[in-house]
């Protein structure tokens, strides 16, 4: 039974107590790799079977297909025939705080990602650290910044097994994925869904006899879903490519002794033009603010100017209430809903502003600043919904 977040009607909040991506991550470091319990912050995954039996096991990420996408489009599917119940994602849902979580053990609140854009001071202010770009789509330049934003080992490094990384040839050598797979063996780059089949299949020869662990992502059906809607036919055409290319690594891995583990790292919901707010449309709200909106377009952070805080409340609840949840975002920092955490994150505070606001529904927010590149998209996600929080567990051995 999933928990709402902070009691808000119709939300999913994450279950970082056994039964989130942040937990599973852990069990796999710590079964697989054999990285110490005592590294983590969070319990294993709950009901997971026992991966020690395997020599090789392969951890697959399916960027954006969550567990209720899967309920509607799988019946009959690999993951529906394999699937062993679903979990939540972190908070917020999504690729930059999930994935960062699958590639360090670390939950939002440690490792400091709070969004696809993060605002930090240090680096001039709003900023993508994925593509390691300014909100104005001017490059963040220097090595020495990586190291800052991303103070922390990559799981790799505290697994005592041989591991490896398998990812589109297009982002595999960037800047984050080289900070975020330092201790594999080998990194492994493919262009294509079926280049993907062989090349998890070769990365698990090459790892031999003493097998170890494959870390995988695919990518494309989150493209997809932004640019044409998660409902899509072109989501419902890959959803088909992506099961067959399932039963095409199963069967490849036949006879390997290799666990086969997929998840998402979140889910999706449809935003249509309609239900998409431009905050510059409301100059009322805008001239309380300290700057743009960061975050996601369905989890938006605000810093709000000295002394405007119980004003600007006010004015949201009253052009906004109805599509918007508005809460002070250090309550949720408080609750706990970025995750556990040893040693906090010391800028996290900073990265979720004075407010965070949450779409309701199928509602979405965005702002423009001078020199942004416009994305239209029509497929969202980061929020609390069930469609964007839970996502499938699925495991099969080969």
């Known amino acids: 039974m999933t928990e709402s977040f902070l009691n808000l009607p119709g939300t999913v909040a994450p279950d970082y107590q056994g039964n989130s991506l942040l937990n ?125 934003l991303f103070a922390y080992p990559s799981i790799f490094q505290l697994m005592k097994c041989r591991s490896v ?18 201790g594999v063996a080998r990194r492994y780059g493919y262009r294509s869904v079926d280049e993907m089949v ?6 698990v020869r090459d790892l031999g006899s003493r097998g170890g662990f ?3 992502y695919h990518a494309d059906y989150d493209a997809l879903a932004h640019a044409h809607g998660i409902g899509s036919l072109q989501c419902t055409e890959h959803f088909e490519r992506l099961n067959e290319a399932l039963n095409r690594i199963s069967r490849a891995l036949a006879g390997s002794d290799t666990a086969l583990v997929v998840t998402a790292d979140h889910g999706f919901i449809d935003s249509p033009p309609e239900q998409q ?12 603010l300290d700057g743009p909106l960061w975050g996601e377009r369905r989890v938006a952070y605000a810093r709000v100017r000295a002394g405007r805080e119980a004003s600007f409340a006010q004015d949201f609840a009253q052009a906004l209430g109805d599509r918007f949840f508005l809460l002070r975002s250090n309550d949720i920092v408080d609750a706990g809903l970025f995750g556990p955490a040893g040693k ?7 990265r979720v502003g004075d407010f965070t606001i949450l779409g309701k529904g199928d509602w979405s927010i965005h702002d423009r ?23 499938p567990r699925v495991v099969a051995y080969c």
């Not at 589109?168 to 994925?177: A, K, V």
């Not at 062989?198 to 990365?203: H, M, P, R, V």
């Not at 707010?277 to 309380?288: R, S």
């Open 277 to 288: 707010v431009c905050l510059n449309d409301y100059p009322q709200l805008m001239m309380h």
């Open 165 to 182: 990384m398998v990812s589109h040839e297009h982002i595999l050598g960037s800047p984050f994925n080289m900070r975020h797979s330092r």
């Open 24 to 148: 599973l991550v852990i069990s796999l470091a710590t079964t697989v790799g054999r990285a110490r319990s005592s590294l983590f912050a969070a319990p294993s995954c709950e009901d997971l079977g026992d991966l020690k039996q395997a020599r090789n096991t392969v951890f697959l990420i399916i960027d954006g297909m969550g567990a209720m996408d899967v309920a509607r489009r799988g019946s009959g599917s690999f993951m529906a025939d394999h699937g062993k119940g679903r979990l939540t994602s972190v908070f917020p849902s999504t690729t930059a705080c999930a994935v960062t979580t699958s590639l360090c053990g670390l939950a939002p609140a440690a490792h400091g990602l709070t969004g696809w854009y993060v605002r930090d001071d240090r680096f001039g202010g709003i900023l993508a650290p994925l593509p390691m770009q300014r909100r104005d789509g001017l490059p963040l330049s220097g090595w020495w910044k990586m190291q800052r």
């Open 369 to 391: 600043v001078e020199n942004e590149r416009s994305h239209a998209m029509i497929g969202m996600h980061a929020g609390v919904s069930a469609d964007e929080m839970l996502i």
């Open 214 to 216: 494959v870390h995988a």
């Open 198 to 203: 062989a090349t998890i299949a070769t990365a």
């Open 344 to 350: 906090p994150n010391p800028r996290l505070r900073e």
